[in-house]
């Protein structure tokens, strides 16, 4: 049978598409060969899963058991109620997964990529939902999205980014990182992107935000009770209600004049 030239190049333009789907498709492991392997595995011999494709599979309520798991592709997995407690995620891709109270306490997520993920089941978000990283080291990760609630207190997140502009890929200014209530006491955020990140309430009592940027930050009602600001650039950010008692560093604060709700600071 013969086609014209505009009928062969349609059919090319879908036999592409639909092989690139295909392939798109394809993960090293099914949810039931990873749920097995993990079930018969030994605690004190963490799995190999280094640099795996595990797109999009149900992962839901398994217990990885301290696997690694370092330069997987997780995008769009269901986590929930997984515990990833002590697993190796350093330069793990994370976006977009459901990430519904799950526990990465003590992982190693260093460089990792954790971009837009549905954290909670509702518009409301449940404190039994939001997930913990108590410990994790989060050094250069990419946050962006919902963390509202988690729990990253004596977290190392030294050069992370929470911010919606170049380094995520986010564009619009509505769009922010959300971390209404998050428990960041005593973690380590030197030198973090926190532009436009919403801090409203959050616990930062201890600690380190020295050379952090939190422009355009919203830290209305946040704690900062000791924490270290040295260097810290607060240009245009919201300080109404935020306390700052015993607090160390202020008179090195960047762009405090610029502030809003200065007045409203709780000393």
């Given amino acids: 049978m013969r086609y014209c030239p505009l009928c062969r190049r349609a059919l090319l333009a879908v036999a592409l598409i639909a092989s690139s789907t295909v392939s ?5 492991l099914t949810a039931r060969q990873l749920t097995e392997q993990l079930f018969r595995a030994d605690p004190g011999q963490p799995l190999d899963f280094r640099d795996m494709d595990l797109r999009n ?3 839901s309520g398994l217990d990885f058991k301290r696997a690694r798991l370092s330069g997987s592709n997780l ?3 269901d986590l929930t109620g997984a515990d990833l407690s002590g697993v190796d995620l350093s330069a793990a891709r994370l976006d977009r997964i459901t990430m519904i109270g799950v526990r990465f306490d003590g992982a190693n997520l260093a460089g990792a ?3 837009r993920p549905s954290a909670f089941s509702s518009l409301s978000p449940p404190a039994n939902e939001a997930s913990s990283f108590a410990g994790a080291d989060l050094r250069g990760a990419r946050m962006f999205g919902q963390f509202n609630r988690a729990n990253l207190r004596g977290a190392n997140l030294t050069g992370a980014t929470f911010a919606p502009f170049n380094q995520t ?3 619009e200014e509505i769009w922010r ?3 209404v209530g ?8 030197k030198d973090a992107n926190l532009n436009y990140a919403l801090l409203a309430y959050s616990n930062l ?11 355009n930050a919203d830290l209305s009602g946040a704690d900062l009770t000791g924490a270290d600001l040295t260097g810290a650039d607060l240009s245009k950010a919201d300080l109404d209600g935020t306390i700052l008692t015993g607090a160390r560093g202020l008179d090195a604060i960047i762009g405090l004049t610029s502030a809003r709700n200065t007045e409203k600071i709780i000393r």
């Avoid at 009592?205 to 422009?215: C, D, K």
């Fill in 205 to 215: 009592r201890g600690a380190n935000l020295s050379g952090a940027v939190l422009t």
């Fill in 169 to 171: 890929g986010f564009i």
């Fill in 24 to 28: 798109a498709g394809a993960t090293d």
């Fill in 177 to 179: 990182t959300e971390l």
């Fill in 57 to 59: 599979l149900d992962m």
């Fill in 75 to 77: 995008f769009g997995a």
């Fill in 113 to 115: 990529s954790l971009l």
């Fill in 182 to 189: 998050a428990d960041l006491s005593t973690a380590n955020l």
